[in-house]
């Protein structure tokens, strides 16, 4: 069945702006997001064109630089249109997240040559990014990548394989992370290099639970050649730039998770409301309905920590505890929400004629990109005691 319009929710949103983004984007997820989805997802397809029209309508660069393109938006801000795109459909909010991710590096970290030369294009020229850091050997352990850039005269020559590329075989570029110098992370640097670049190809996609809309694929790098005019950042830059994206991207991850989780809730309570038994609704039995306030409440709990991160991001504060913290908890609330929503519709939950098991399903992953949960507890303790004993 169709997948049911995202419910509106409640927001404390900044601007007159900000409320007038978030109604474009509510519109955008009643017409042209939700009555795909299902449909979508089931056959693997990818919504380009939607990705299009989002960068058409400026959301796909929107807490970047206005005088390149974006939108000029807070992250407190950014954060809830990628929730309402979430809820409609994962595979769009964490694609715009993904999207921003790769957008990082040269909107943070590039010259304003390299700015002006590249940023109109990815923030609001119809192009598709993808952020290229782990490896089939390095996923967790991120700086041990064997990925290889080899200087030859005014340009690098990378070669190797990048592993779980969101959007990849179909981005236009990819912020590519490489060895320039030596082992561990003071010898990686950063490269923007173009999709259609001699010498890269992808392999088939994985095969996934969920979100089968979403490609994700290796890149293999044979021997293609980047200007030094794409290196972002200084030579052995590139992992102190991959973590700072990081940080921000796992806020995107947090935001998509809640999405998802009321998406689930929603169609929990609608069913719950028509679903009769015992002659009655089956929402008027209280454990259920205690299942249904712990599901509201925790997605409001969740809601409100990556708002507290985004808020400090936003301010130039520290953030980066707070983000592991919002990504720790959203994705788990996800997991939780996801599964009692499957519970909630009984036999109905486990089928794919209903949205529900489709919403667990996805929000798994949620709990592994980047940076699996395991790693963001690391990351809270690490700010709370310190490193680990050697």
């Known amino acids: 069945m169709p997948d049911r319009a995202p419910q509106p929710v409640d927001r404390q949103l900044p601007t007159d702006e900000a409320r007038e983004l978030i109604s474009l984007v509510r519109d ?8 795909q989805a299902a449909e979508e997802e089931d056959a693997g397809t990818f919504p380009r064109a939607l990705f299009t029209l989002l960068s058409r309508s400026g959301l796909l660069g929107l807490p970047y630089a206005g005088e390149y393109g974006g939108g000029d938006q807070p992250y407190e ?60 050997s390095s996923g967790s352990d991120a700086a041990s990548l064997r990925t290889k850039a080899v200087r030859d005269g005014d340009a690098w020559v990378l070669t190797g394989t990048k592993a779980w590329i969101t959007h990849g075989g ?14 561990g992370s003071r010898g990686i640097t950063a490269f923007l290099v173009p999709g ?15 979100m089968k809309g979403s490609p994700t694929a290796q890149i293999h790098l044979d021997g293609v050649r980047v200007p030094d005019s794409r290196r972002i950042g200084e030579e052995g830059q590139g992992f102190a730039i991959a973590l700072s994206a990081l940080d921000s991207g796992r806020l995107g991850i947090a935001a998509c998770a809640i999405g998802v989780a009321q998406a689930a809730l929603d169609e929990a309570v609608a069913y719950a409301a028509q679903r009769r038994q015992f002659g009655r609704p089956i929402a008027d039995f209280q454990g259920l309905r205690f299942m249904l306030a712990d599901m509201a409440t925790r997605i409001e709990a969740g809601r409100a920590l990556y708002l507290a991160a985004a808020r400090l991001r936003d301010a130039d504060l520290p953030f980066v505890k707070q983000a592991a913290m919002a990504k720790l908890f959203c994705t788990d609330t ?8 499957v519970q909630i519709l009984g036999g109905y939950g486990y089928t794919a004629d209903f949205p529900a098991e489709r919403y667990l399903r996805e929000a798994k992953v949620l709990q592994i990109v980047e940076g699996t949960n395991q790693i963001q507890r690391m990351v809270i303790g690490r700010h709370l005691v310190g490193p680990e004993s050697r």
Do not use: C, N, W
């Open 28 to 35: 955008i997820a009643v017409r042209e997001i939700a009555p």
């Open 77 to 136: 801000v950014y954060l809830q249109v990628l929730e309402e795109l979430a809820a409609a459909r994962l595979t769009v909010g964490l694609g715009v997240s993904v999207h921003t991710l790769a957008s990082y590096a040269t909107a943070a970290y590039g010259t304003k040559e390299q700015r002006a030369e590249h940023l109109p294009a990815m923030l609001g020229g119809g192009l598709l990014g993808a952020y290229g850091l782990s490896e089939p």
């Open 170 to 183: 179909i981005a236009d570029f990819y912020t590519v992370m490489a060895r320039t110098g030596e082992d």
């Open 196 to 210: 259609d670049a001699e010498g890269l190809s992808a392999a088939a996609p994985e095969r996934k639970m969920g």
């Open 334 to 341: 996800a997991m939780d929400v996801t599964t009692d929503a």
